[in-house]
């Protein structure tokens, strides 16, 4: 069982940075892929940005050039620079004992099965106001 406590979130004027943090504990698989997904209200949530246990890693094209993630010892970062009032949600941290899963979701609404499947934190709420 792996526990996820993200951290970072707030509300911010376009333009403006915010730099996400989610710590990860418990029983951590070493080829652990770990990921950000964002779910704006009424929308389905989608990918943001994954990283493996090698780092290689892949971002949404809608965030490319302002978003990057990162990881450090047992802690996940996103950090959001120039946001955008389309940016607005509530980002949430997952990890996938499936090595790169999350990955070709990027961009895309995660289906239900893999929401299920995956470990997930509470979420951090970002607001962006033009």
């Known amino acids: 069982l792996v526990q996820l406590v993200e951290s970072g979130g707030g509300s911010v004027q376009t333009g403006g940075s915010l730099r996400l943090s989610c710590v990860v504990s418990?029983?951590?698989?070493?080829?652990?892929?770990m990921a950000w997904f964002r779910q704006a209200p009424g929308k389905e949530r989608e990918g943001v940005a994954a990283?493996?246990?090698?780092?290689a890693y892949t971002i949404s094209n809608s965030v490319k050039g302002r978003f990057a993630i990162s990881k450090d010892k047992n802690t996940l970062y996103l950090q959001m620079n120039n946001l955008k009032p389309e940016d607005t949600g509530m980002y949430y941290c997952?990890?996938?004992?499936?090595?790169?899963?999350?990955?070709?979701?990027?961009?895309?609404?995660?289906?239900?099965?893999?929401?299920?499947?995956?470990?997930w934190g509470q979420g951090t709420q970002v607001t962006v106001s033009s």
């Open positions: 997952a990890a996938d004992s499936t090595a790169r899963r999350p990955f070709i979701y990027m961009g895309r609404p995660i289906p239900a099965p893999l929401l299920e499947a995956l470990s």
């Open positions: 418990g029983d951590i698989a070493n080829d652990i892929c």
């Open positions: 990283i493996d246990s090698s780092d």
